[in-house]
């Protein structure tokens, strides 16, 4: 069973930056696909950003050109940085592994992050 522990969030102004870790307890970690996905309270959850095994990614159209997403797969962490915020990034942060097209394991905690002058 993975296990998702994301961190990172935090207050930050307008034209902030912020860089959220996701450490994934599982064997394997190196072949996953990593997601990470946002929240607001009311809205469906949001796939923001993946990064395949190879270390291909993608992005959605509204954070493309602001946020990087790498990972570590000696650590089975992956780091989302996210610059120039803004208020509408506001959410929970969640991250999630896929093997075969299949999601792994249960939500974490997620992480929050605000964007509010």
């Known amino acids: 069973q993975v296990q998702y522990v994301e961190s990172g969030g935090g207050l930050v102004q307008p034209g902030g930056s912020l860089r959220l870790s996701c450490a994934a307890s599982?064997?394997?970690?190196?072949?996953?696909?990593m997601e990470w996905y946002r929240q607001v309270p009311g809205k469906q959850r949001e796939l923001v950003a993946s990064?395949?095994?190879?270390?291909?990614?993608t992005y959605a159209d509204s954070v493309k050109g602001r946020f990087t997403l790498s990972r570590d797969n000696a650590k089975s962490t992956v780091y989302l940085q996210m610059n120039s915020l803004k208020p509408e990034d506001t959410a929970v942060y969640y991250c999630?592994?896929?093997?075969?097209?299949?999601?792994?394991?249960?939500w974490g905690q997620g992480t929050q992050v605000t964007v509010s002058s």
């Open positions: 599982a064997s394997g970690f190196s072949t996953y696909l």
């Open positions: 999630r592994a896929r093997r075969f097209g299949v999601q792994l394991g249960n």
């Open positions: 990064i395949g095994s190879g270390g291909t990614t």
